[in-house]
């Protein structure tokens, strides 16, 4: 049984570069969820999907920033004109109905 | 707007240690979700609570959800190295679809 994978773990990047994150969840699990985590905070969550649809999105989602789940598998959350206020941890997280969200390890972004 | 505090923020203590950490609000919810999360990694879940009152135990760990549902302790006896990490709570809203996180304990057992 594999849990959330994301890819890539680590990412550099220089201010002003695209950069877009994949999250594969849990295979049976028909809710996907990505939040934000900057040092010393708990995750913020960003925004969630249910199969393929995308239900809900924070404030903290700027135009920058777009999420697709195409055929309500794996996810992409993709940021554009990226700065350096976007240097965080981003996690995914997957859920099968509830709100007991296992999450992934995180892509780590660094924007130079 | 949830206003959500854990406490203590910071907690070293020597190996074989108990501990409690807290989590607090104002509001009631409908369930309460612990998880610990080491450097690098995502959060973990250890439990979900549910009714108001209910006590959870995973090994060394229990958990406790307030009578009222505004809050809820962890409670860890005989701490060892293995459990360092920082311990976030993560409550429900009756009808919300995401977590709402604290900032967390980071808990540091020392050998």
């Known amino acids: 049984d594999t849990g959330v994978s994301q890819d890539p773990r680590h990412k550099i990047t220089k201010r002003g570069q695209n950069v877009t994150f994949r999250c594969d969840p849990i295979?049976?699990?028909?809710?996907l969820y990505w939040y934000r985590q900057t040092l010393g905070q708990g995750p913020e969550f960003l925004t969630y999907?249910?199969?393929?649809?995308?239900?809900?999105k924070s404030r903290l989602l700027s135009d920058r920033f777009s999420a697709e789940r195409p055929k309500g598998s794996f996810s992409t959350l993709e940021i554009q004109r990226t700065e350096q206020g976007d240097s965080a941890m981003y996690l995914c997280?997957?859920?099968?109905?509830?709100?007991?969200?296992?999450f992934g390890p995180g892509t780590r972004l660094t924007v130079t | 707007t949830q206003l959500l505090e854990q406490s203590p923020q910071f907690l070293s203590i020597q190996e074989g240690e108990n501990l409690t950490v807290y989590c607090n609000s104002s509001?009631?919810?409908?369930?309460l979700q612990w998880y610990r999360q080491e450097p690098g990694e995502g959060p973990v879940l250890l439990v979900t609570?549910?009714?108001?009152?209910e006590v959870k135990k995973l090994k060394r760990l229990t958990f406790q959800f307030g009578d009222a549902r505004k809050d809820s302790s962890l409670h860890i006896t005989a701490a060892q190295p293995g459990d360092t990490g920082l311990y976030l709570c993560?409550?429900?809203?009756?009808?919300?679809?995401?977590?709402?996180f604290g900032t967390g304990t980071r808990l540091t057992v020392i050998p």
């Open positions: 993560a409550p429900t809203e009756a009808g919300a679809n995401n977590l709402f």
């Open positions: 509001s009631v919810f409908s369930s």
């Open positions: 997280a997957s859920s099968l109905g509830t709100l007991e969200q296992y």
């Open positions: 999907f249910q199969n393929e649809a995308q239900l809900e």
């Open positions: 295979s049976e699990h028909n809710r």
């Open positions: 609570v549910v009714t108001g009152g």
